[in-house]
């Protein structure tokens, strides 16, 4: 994960504390859950969730630096700790929030929007129905 080195200030409160009954076994359960996601299953995740981490400085953006803050705890406690996980898997899968960022000339501007994710998802479509079909279904 890349951490900017002056990262933008959100008007937001810290870090909520952890819950008592939170475990680090729950974390582990929660980041194998998306760890085993496939890629379209993981795109299909950040979509559902896109209202909650538009960035409010980008209107209709997913940016890099807002989801790394996010990931942290740093964007206050509206966030719940599956959502700073599920953010951590995107932005630490090989690859992944880097095919997510490309604009309209191929190049990484560090936000996208939900057509950026849906063109990935089509990407990934043959993909994702060819693993999950089966062997019967080939």
């Known amino acids: ?79 719940t700790l599956a959502d700073q996980v599920l953010v951590f898997e995107v932005l630490n899968r090989a690859g992944f929030a880097a095919s997510l960022d490309l604009d309209e000339k191929g190049e990484s501007n560090r936000k996208f929007d939900r057509q950026d994710i849906h063109n990935y998802q089509d990407a990934l479509f043959t993909e994702h129905e060819e693993r999950t079909a089966g062997p019967d279904a080939r």
């Open 1 to 79: 994960m890349i951490i900017v080195p002056n990262p933008p200030t959100y008007n937001v409160p810290g870090p909520a504390p952890l819950p008592d009954n939170v475990t680090r076994a729950t974390l582990h359960e929660m980041s194998s859950l998306y760890a085993s996601l496939d890629r379209y299953e993981l795109a299909k995740t950040l979509m559902d969730n896109f209202d909650r981490f538009v960035d409010p400085d980008n209107p209709g953006f997913l940016t890099l630096d807002y989801l790394q803050y996010i990931a942290l705890g740093l964007a206050g406690n509206q966030f």
